[in-house]
Each structure stands twice: as structure tokens, then as C-alpha cells.
């Protein structure tokens, strides 16, 4: 607790911690500390370290070299319990919950209060209750977890650390799947905690939210620390410059193309009872059309039924001029369409399969050969090589390899390259740059630039409003299932925008 | 609303499933209402709830355990050889138990040690415990004493014994379940194992008492009926793996881990495939036909469950225009 005493005591001190994956050092002699009571902003970019130096707070890993200190005293968690008894918290990026179980038994689900064996239902609930209260959330404590929103249960995440007395929470990447409103929320709720005197490390690629929470900020590159110190002297492009390891004048790549007149995708009186209404637009060839929106509000869902994923009450929809409503996406596919959905590990790749299988799923047809219709390895070999480079795919990945081992972004371009594989005339995008780091995000911009130069039209569906304004020609905001406002590029204004999804 | 009542009706499917049977059989046969014929049905359905029972806890880990059937003879037979050379009553049915622990136990080690499916695993040990049940009874059928017989058919306070012992298993199952730590961390083991690791809890330890429970399950409910029947035939527990699946599911146990009860789910699942079987008898119905009702009723009952939870699905789903559901205002 602070005490309201001028000198800041020691929260956290990591002195020379190496760290070394089959010979390969990932961490290299990290040294830096923390205040009690403060706040850190930790940046990197996807394989900088940072997970692993988490990992190693966390207890899940243990350094080759160096030492932990933790409130004074050396520290070298062993396990998970180990870093929980001591005090520290992991908010994971993907929750750790379970959607059987109400609040309360997520709360204690390693640490249930028993009288006699059996557990003390009335203690929990109360328990839970003072903790709901504390990251201000209004339910009941036996409300089972699946009911509620990302928001809400990122929330009930932050409960959790707090019902066990936590002393250091680490939140890694904890806004990437909650709207506007909720991230909002959230950091009402982290500024709370930072009046408590509660030390925090925040993780996230979202800068302006690091800039606007932390006390420090802590750069990491290849493993190194390249930057620390009071966030006064960091502005962001400092920030990414430092991440990156040179200068991105820009976040956006420049535009190189206009869009045509000649109409790829018209949409009209869409509608599906209780999902969408009186969807009407026209996407044209060489277009970049982005739709805003809260999470909530339809958009994944209008992406889904113009794939042929969902069915329509009413309305027509046109691709290249043929009507394809009563399509199915398999034939939509062979048509130029392409949907690279929001969730990339669950719907956009086989995780254990390789880099090579992964990358030729769609297009799979297109390397029939012979009688029999047998797949050809070679020119499948010939087609990996030639669009992993097309879409700038880390050059140490080998082809054989497994996605998972990947990182988000390399994930993400081996999901996009499996769709421009197959050369796709209109290409839906629900939210290709989340979680993935500057670097990786600008590569994607520039691809998607790439493809309108080509003449492909593409939609963007995107929660990062900045993302939508640097690279669309046109936005669209949804809400509550209906088209709320249109705006041209060089009329785009981030308050008017807003205005229109949320109002 | 249509739409609610509907859901409320699909969420008590097997209540609902559980009155239609029994109304159709009670004015079908006179018989079949009779005190007599429904405390009958009791007694017949304590051994499969107790097989079960275990099972469900096996089945909320995600897990399966098929061995239920081979391990109820192997554990019947010994106490069998015990009984007939002599041994005391108390001895011969707790070596029985032992049995069914140590069967237990080899699943779980296979399956949390040696990460081998659990379908694998327990399809091994079904075949394994049968021929080695053949092997040690030299596939003679033994018959028990009365004394054995005795516990069965006699009762305390006017209730039959066997249903006390399924009464005592119910209340235990459904407050572990229920109540306990542990109870809740196989719920949570079932919901994602990862996810239980991540959280700290001991998923090897929770997987390994679980099977542990099945087996003595097994065990307990091979006793049960052999009180029942008098008598250890080299077809004994034959096919108790599917009733007893099929009882948990029935009751609402989902196979795919982290949902069920065993109050009243498993235990409504396990009398009522006893009551179809025991209505079938009554009727007077073509023995060859038991199957196929059972399994036609089995086979309803899950279609009514993948229904419901799409049903749930949907309705809990937050609509984007909740307008356009508006009625009437």
C-alpha cells in the first residue's frame, strides 16, 4: 500500500535475467525496475521478448542467468503458484476462464473457502461481490461466465487478481477484444487500482493507451532493453522507432491507387430479422471500403452473411454483376471472394499443419494434375515460395513448418496469403491487424494496397478507428445492425465518425 | 412467450421424456403403477445409477471410461471365488471393492501417466478384465449362497437395502459434485484442461481420482446386482458401459465434458431406462424388441439434447436490433 511517503520503495527489479531457447538467447542480460505502486508500459514488437520475460515473473520459465527481486527480496518463482503466493497476477490475452462456471467459482476455482470439506458458498459470494464492486461490475456472483460479454469477463479476469490480494498485476494485450466503451471502462477500473497503490504492468501494441496509463515505459527489441524511463520522454514515434529499430515516418503506407467506378460488390436492403437491416452499399473494384462499428454491432455478422456463412430474409447481393445470394461460400470462393475472419487460430488456420498446407488450402484445386486429379507438390512447392514472399512471411519460417510456432503476424500474413493465393477479386478483412505488432501491421497495409493496385475491392471491418481512417477510401459505420453514416476520404473526421457508431 | 416456454420445455426434456413414459406404460398395464412394481424399479435400476454415476464423473472431465462392464465382473468374480471357499461375507466384498480401485487405478495411470486416450485405455482394460474374469472362474457361472440373496431382498425401514446403498452413493456424488473443491475443479477440467492448468488447479490428480471413482463405482454396483441375481455368470455387467453412458447422457451429461448432474440427472436417466425395460416386461412385449425401444429412446433423448443446447445457444446469444423481436408494445 502506499503510504504516502515520498521515497518509492522497489516493487519489481529484474537484474541481468538471460534467457536461452536451445542455445539461441532470446533475453539478453535485462535489467530494469519498477515502483511500488507504478505503473509500467511494456512495447515491443511480436518476438521481442516480452512474453518470455512475463513468462519468467509468472513462474512459467526460469532464467539461464541473472536475478528477480520482488518487493526487496529475491524472488525465483518455480511454478505459477509460486508467482500467485507472492502475489502477482496474470491477465492473460486470451482468458483463462470457464464459461461453466459462475463468477465466484472462477474467482476461487484453485482457492475455494471450505468449512467441513464443503465449500462455504456464503464467504465466496461475498467475497466475490466486494471484488465485482471493485472493477465496478454489477452482477451476480453466481451468473455463470458464458453469459457474459469479452468486456465483462476481462473484467471479472481483473477481479479474480484482486479477490487474491495481488500485489503486481501483469495485463497482457487487454483491450484487443473490447469495444470502445468497455476498453474505457477498463482503464476507469486500472486507474482505480493505481490509486490503491497497486503496481501494474501493462503489455500492448496500442501505444496511446500505454502513453496514457503508465508512469515508465520499457522498450524491448530482440530481446534488449532499448529504451526506459518516465513516459515524459517518450513520444510515440519514439516509441515505434525504438521497437522497430528505424524510423516509420508514417503508420500507413502512402496510397498508390484510385478507385474505379465499376461496381465489384453491390449490397441491397440486406436484411436478416434481428442481425441486420436495409444494408445498402456498392464496394468498387480498387476500393479500400472500411466499416466501423462497436464490437456488437453487426458487422462481423454482415461480413459473415456476405460470405454465405449465415442466411438472408431479404435483399439481393451482387458480385461482378451475377447475383451469388443463393451461393454457397464454397462457391462464393470459386467466385473471387475471400473472408479473412477476426478469430485467425480458431477459423483462419489449421494450427498443427504446416506453413506450406496452410498457405494452399484454399486454392487446393488449382494443383490437380493428371488423370487421377492428384496434387501436385511441386508446383504447390513453386506457389509457397513465390507468395510467402508476396506477403513478406518471416524468411527463417520454413515451409514444413507448423503455424503455430509462428507469431501473430506471421500467422496473419500465412492467412492472407492462403486467400491471394487464390487471386481473389473481393476480399473481406474483419480485424487483420489485431494483436499483431507495428512492423507486421505495416506490411499488411501495404499488401492490402497492393491488391487494390491489382484491382481486387476490399472491406475492411476494423475496431481501430486510426487503422480505418490510414487506409480506407471510404467508411461506413454501423450500428445496431443498420448503416449509420458514410464518409469519403478527406472527410474523415475521428470525432464525426464516432459520433456515427455509437449515437 | 412461445419462444421461453418452448426452451423451458426442452430444458426438462428428460423430465418430460421420464413423465411420457411413465404415463403411457401406467395406462397401458394396471400393473405397472403398483407400489410393489415401482419399488421393483428401484431396486432394479440401483446397480446401473451407481455404474453410472461413476461414469458421469469421468464424462465431465471430457473422458469416457468403457472398462465399467469388464471391471463389475472381474471384481463379482473374486468376491464369487471368496464367498465359495469360505471366505467371510464382509472380506469377499471388500476385496470386490479393492478390485475395482485397482482397475481404477490402471486407467488413470495410463491415461494421466502415459497420456493414452481414455478410449483406448479403458476399451483395453473392458477386454483385459473380461478374459481375465473367464480366465480366473474357468467361465463357470457360480451361484451364491442365500445369504448373499439375503441382502438384497431385505430391507431397512421399509426400504430395500439396494436402494439405501444408491440413495447413500446419490447424496455423496452430487455434494462432491456439487459442494466440494474438487467437485467444481472437474467441471472446470472438463470446461478446458488447459485452461484448469493455467488456473492452477492439478488437472493429473483430478483425472486420476475420477477414473479411481469409476472403477470402485463398478465395483460397488457388480456387488449391488450380485446381491440381486445370485449368481456370477460369464456374461455378468455385459454391456452395462452402454446403459450406463446412455443413462448420464439421458440425464443431461454432456459427452464432450464440463456439464451434468447427478441429481436428478443420472439418477432420472438410469430409472428410466430401467422403467422402459421393467414396462416392456409387463407388457408382455416381444423380448427381442427391448433393444431396439431402448435404444430408440436413448437415440431421442440425445436429439432432444443437441436440439436444446442450439436452442440455448440462440436464445442467450445478445441480439444486435433487439427491436426487431419487439411484439406487441
Known amino acids: 500500500m502506499n503510504t504516502g511517503k515520498p521515497s518509492i520503495k522497489t516493487a519489481l527489479r529484474f537484474d541481468s535475467i538471460v534467457k536461452e531457447f536451445f542455445g539461441v538467447r532470446v533475453l539478453k542480460e535485462v535489467s530494469f525496475e519498477i515502483g511500488e505502486g507504478k505503473t509500467l508500459g511494456l512495447v515491443g514488437e511480436n518476438g521481442a521478448g516480452k512474453s518470455t520475460l512475463m513468462n519468467i515473473l509468472g513462474g512459467n520459465l526460469q532464467p539461464e542467468e541473472g536475478s528477480l527481486w520482488f518487493g526487496g527480496q529475491p524472488f525465483s518463482p518455480r511454478s505459477p503458484a509460486d508467482a500467485e503466493v507472492a502475489g502477482i497476477a496474470f491477465v492473460h490475452q486470451e482468458l483463462n476462464l470457464f464459461g461453466n462456471l459462475s463468477i465466484a467459482e472462477n474467482l476461487f476455482v484453485n482457492c475455494f473457502p471450505t468449512t467441513g470439506g464443503l465449500i462455504n458458498r456464503s464467504r465466496m459470494f461475498n467475497d466475490t461481490s466486494a471484488a ?58 486500472l486507474r482505480d487500482l493505481q490509486q490503491q497503490g497497486i ?80 444494408i445498402d452499399f456498392t464496394l468498387h473494384e480498387g476500393e479500400v471500403l472500411g466499416i466501423s462499428g462497436l464490437i456488437g454491432s453487426g458487422r462481423t455478422e454482415l461480413a459473415r452473411i456476405l460470405f454465405g456463412l449465415d442466411p438472408v430474409d431479404s435483399g439481393n447481393i451482387t458480385l461482378a454483376e451475377t447475383s451469388i445470394l ?70 527463417s519460417a520454413q515451409n514444413t513448418q507448423q503455424v503455430k510456432t509462428l507469431s501473430g503476424g506471421n500467422q496473419q500474413k500465412v492467412v492472407l496469403a492462403k486467400w491471394i493465393l487464390n487471386q481473389p477479386k473481393l476480399i473481406i478483412l474483419d480485424e487483420p491487424t489485431r494483436g499483431i505488432d507495428v512492423g507486421a501491421k505495416y506490411e499488411i497495409y501495404s499488401l492490402i494496397n497492393q491488391l487494390t493496385q491489382e484491382g481486387a475491392a476490399v472491406l475492411v471491418i476494423s475496431s481501430e478507428l486510426e487503422e480505418l481512417i490510414g487506409i480506407c477510401d471510404r467508411i461506413l459505420t454501423m450500428r445496431q445492425g443498420e448503416i449509420t453514416g458514410q464518409f469519403n476520404q478527406g472527410e474523415f473526421d475521428r470525432e464525426k465518425i464516432l459520433a456515427a457508431a455509437i449515437h | 412467450m412461445n419462444k421461453k416456454l418452448g426452451l423451458r420445455c426442452l430444458n426438462n426434456a428428460p423430465l418430460l421424456l421420464f413423465a411420457t413414459v411413465f404415463l403411457l ?45 469388464g471391471v463389475m465382473f472381474v471384481a463379482v468374480a473374486v468376491a464369487g471365488k471368496m464367498i465359495y471357499s469360505g471366505q467371510p461375507l464382509w472380506l469377499s466384498f471388500l476385496a470386490a471393492l479393492v478390485v475395482g480401485i485397482i482397475a481404477g487405478v490402471i486407467n488413470a495411470f495410463f491415461v494421466t501417466r502415459m497420456k493414452i486416450a481414455a478410449f483406448v485405455v479403458t476399451l483395453a482394460m473392458l477386454f483385459f478384465a473380461r478374459g481375465f474374469g473367464l480366465w480366473f472362474t474357468q467361465t463357470r457361472a457360480m451361484n451364491m449362497p442365500d ?112 456439464r451434468g448432474k447427478i441429481l436428478p440427472g443420472t439418477l432420472f436417466g438410469a430409472v428410466l431406462i430401467q422403467t422402459v425395460e421393467n414396462g416392456l416386461v409387463i407388457l408382455n412385449a416381444n423380448p427381442y424388441l427391448y433393444p431396439i425401444i431402448t435404444s430408440l429412446i436413448i437415440f431421442f433423448a440425445i436429439l432432444l439434447d443437441s436440439i436444446r443446447s442450439r436452442a440455448l445457444e440462440s436464445f442467450h446469444r445478445r441480439p444486435i436490433r433487439p427491436t426487431d423481436f419487439q411484439t406487441n408494445p
Open chain 1, 132 to 189: 465485482l464492486k471493485q472493477v465496478g461490475l454489477n452482477l451476480s456472483p453466481d451468473t455463470p461466465v458464458d453469459r457474459l460479454s469479452a468486456g465483462e469477463q476481462q473484467m471479472v479476469e481483473i477481479a479474480k487478481a484482486l479477490a487474491r490480494d495481488a500485489r503486481l498485476i501483469i495485463l497482457d494485450e487487454p483491450t484487443t477484444s473490447l469495444t470502445d466503451i468497455e476498453a474505457g471502462r477498463l482503464f476507469k477500473v
Open chain 1, 199 to 278: 503496481t501494474l504492468i501493462y503489455i500492448s501494441h496500442a501505444l496511446e493507451e500505454v502513453a496514457n496509463l503508465s508512469d515508465d515505459i520499457l522498450v524491448l527489441r530482440d530481446g534488449e532493453v532499448v529504451g526506459n524511463g518516465p513516459k515524459s520522454s517518450f513520444s510515440q514515434s519514439k516509441m515505434i522507432s525504438l521497437m522497430v529499430g528505424r524510423d516509420i515516418d508514417h503508420l500507413f503506407p502512402p496510397r498508390s491507387h484510385t478507385p474505379t467506378r465499376k461496381p465489384a460488390l453491390r449490397v441491397e436492403k440486406l436484411g436478416r430479422k434481428g442481425v441486420v437491416k436495409d
Open chain 1, 326 to 395: 443463393k451461393l454457397s461460400p464454397a462457391a462464393r470462393i470459386q467466385k473471387g471472394m475471400a473472408f479473412l475472419t477476426e478469430n485467425r487460430r480458431d477459423e483462419g488456420l489449421c494450427a498443427e499443419a504446416s506453413i506450406a498446407d496452410n498457405m494452399t488450402l484454399v486454392a487446393a484445386p488449382r494443383f490437380k494434375r493428371g488423370p487421377l486429379a492428384l496434387v501436385n507438390r511441386e508446383s504447390i512447392s513453386l506457389e509457397v515460395t513465390r507468395y510467402r514472399e508476396a506477403v513478406r512471411l518471416t524468411k
Open chain 2, 25 to 69: 406404460l401406467g395406462l397401458a398395464s394396471d400393473r405397472f403403477l403398483d407400489w410393489q412394481n415401482l419399488l421393483n424399479i428401484g431396486v432394479q435400476s440401483s446397480s446401473t445409477a451407481i455404474v453410472a454415476i461413476g461414469m458421469t464423473f469421468v464424462l465431465l472431465t471430457a473422458g469416457v471410461d468403457l472398462s465399467v462392464g
Open chain 2, 147 to 258: 445369504k448373499v440373496t439375503a441382502i438384497g431382498t431385505s430391507s431397512v425401514l421399509g426400504i430395500p437395502i439396494p436402494l439405501l446403498v444408491l440413495a447413500v452413493v446419490c447424496i455423496a456424488a452430487h455434494l462432491t459434485l456439487s459442494r466440494t473443491p474438487f467437485g467444481r475443479q472437474i467441471y472446470a477440467v472438463g470446461n478446458n484442461s488447459d485452461h484448469a492448468r493455467k488456473a492452477g488447479i492439478s488437472v493429473t490428480r483430478n483425472l486420476f481420482i475420477v477414473y479411481v471413482i469409476c472403477g470402485a463405482c463398478a465395483a460397488l454396483a457388480g456387488l449391488l446386482a450380485l446381491t440381486q441375481t445370485g449368481a456370477v455368470s460369464p456374461s455378468f455387467g455385459e454391456n452395462k458401459e452402454f446403459s450406463a453412458i446412455a443413462a448420464a447422457v439421458l440425464g443431461g451429461t454432456s459427452l464432450f465434458g464440463g
